[in-house]
């Protein structure tokens, strides 16, 4: 089992930054993509970042390009998603998820959730 542990979310302005964090622990070896996703009331769990455990490489839908960057430190088993340019519509809970599959496309393809933080922009 793998545990996820996410904190940072906050009350933000339009315009501005916020950092979220995700703590790994457990059997974080069988882990070979870290993702962030989001979700409001009433909405589907929207993807928001991934990251290769091992080799770093990332992708971003167009939402959010150029705007969050997902970062990870594998000696710390921590995964990062530092957000600028906050929009009022990036407000959400933000999860982290962990998965074994070497590409998951699909919600289902993560095996390990947290329990979401909370962001909130306002206008």
């Known amino acids: 089992q793998v545990q996820l542990v996410e904190t940072g979310g906050g009350l933000v302005q339009a315009g501005g930054s916020l950092r979220l964090s995700c703590a790994a622990s457990?059997?974080?070896?069988?882990?070979?993509?870290m993702g962030w996703y989001r979700q409001v009331p009433g909405k589907e769990r929207e993807f928001v970042a991934t990251i290769n455990w091992s080799g770093g490489s990332t992708y971003y839908p167009d939402s959010v390009k150029g705007r969050f960057t997902i970062s990870r430190d594998n000696a710390k088993n921590m995964v990062y998603l530092q957000m600028n340019s906050l929009k009022p519509e990036d407000t959400a809970v933000y999860y982290c998820?962990?998965?074994?599959?070497?590409?998951?496309?699909?919600?289902?393809?993560?095996?390990?959730w947290g329990q979401g933080t909370q962001v909130t922009v306002s206008s």
């Open positions: 998820a962990a998965s074994r599959s070497w590409a998951p496309e699909a919600l289902a393809e993560y095996n390990y």
């Open positions: 457990g059997r974080t070896f069988s882990i070979n993509v």
